[in-house]
């Protein structure tokens, strides 16, 4: 590693339960990046906070090609655990009629400027 | 982490830490390789087998990333063999 300062990767997932086969992916590539000692956030946005509505996690599984997977909640709590930040966009959940208190613990709530902030500080934007 | 913590392997025997992560795919073996070796002494190494065709390429990027080092690297038909040293 050239610097000393952890290398930072923001994802931004727009797809949640209307598309199950599109919702593991970031979570996964977050946590091999957090895995690798980068700091590491996703923010939700579009339809992204649906998938942090209280109860998704537990009953939505990730879709695998020789039947159902595991859990989405089990890639959540993994991705979390090592330490990625899970960030969600304000005008999103009025999209999805949902608030605040629809969405599992552990999340934070950041407007457009906050995004924005942190895209510009992150070494790279990955969006899905 | 205190000394009380640490798992038998880890705790100031030269004994190599054997993770095995044969059967699982990314990005399962980076994860549990990343989450074993904090409980490895730094200085000290740690064996992982993995199946993941992607384990190569994944391995040298997180040897990169991290700063830890790859000692040795072997393949065998499908099954890879990894040994890592703790530096950071």
């Known amino acids: 590693?050239?610097?000393?300062?952890?290398?930072?990767?923001?994802?931004?997932?727009?797809?949640?339960?209307?598309?199950?086969?599109?919702?593991?992916?970031?979570?996964?590539?977050?946590?091999?990046?957090?895995?690798?000692?980068?700091?590491?956030?996703?923010?939700?946005?579009?339809?992204?906070?649906?998938?942090?509505?209280?109860?998704?996690?537990?009953?939505?599984?990730?879709?695998?090609?020789?039947?159902?997977?595991?859990?989405?909640?089990?890639?959540?709590?993994?991705?979390?655990?090592?330490?990625?930040?899970?960030?969600?966009?304000?005008?999103s959940l009025d999209l999805n009629g949902m608030t605040m208190a629809d969405v599992i613990e552990g999340v934070e709530m950041i407007g457009g400027a906050a995004f924005n902030d942190m895209a510009v500080d992150a070494d790279q934007v990955i969006s899905f | 982490m205190t000394d009380a913590m640490k798992p038998p392997s880890a705790a100031g025997s030269d004994e190599t830490v054997l993770l095995d992560c044969r059967g699982q795919l990314c990005p399962v073996p980076i994860?549990?390789?990343?989450?074993?070796?904090?409980?490895?002494?730094?200085?000290?190494?740690?064996?992982?087998?993995?199946?993941?065709?992607?384990?190569?390429?994944?391995?040298?990027?997180?040897?990169?990333?991290?700063?830890n080092q790859i000692v040795s690297s072997l393949r065998d038909g499908k099954e890879f063999q990894f040994v890592v040293r703790r530096l950071k």
């Open chain 2, 31 to 67: 994860i549990r390789l990343s989450k074993t070796l904090k409980s490895v002494e730094v200085g000290r190494l740690l064996k992982m087998i993995a199946t993941d065709p992607g384990a190569e390429p994944d391995m040298k990027a997180w040897e990169k990333q991290t700063g």
């Open chain 1, 1 to 91: 590693m050239d610097e000393q300062r952890p290398r930072k990767i923001l994802y931004v997932q727009t797809y949640g339960v209307e598309a199950p086969d599109r919702m593991a992916t970031p979570i996964y590539l977050a946590s091999a990046a957090a895995a690798m000692d980068m700091e590491v956030g996703i923010y939700f946005t579009v339809h992204g906070p649906t998938m942090l509505r209280k109860g998704v996690p537990e009953s939505v599984h990730v879709k695998k090609a020789d039947g159902e997977g595991a859990l989405i909640g089990h890639f959540l709590d993994q991705a979390r655990e090592l330490g990625v930040k899970f960030y969600v966009c304000q005008p």
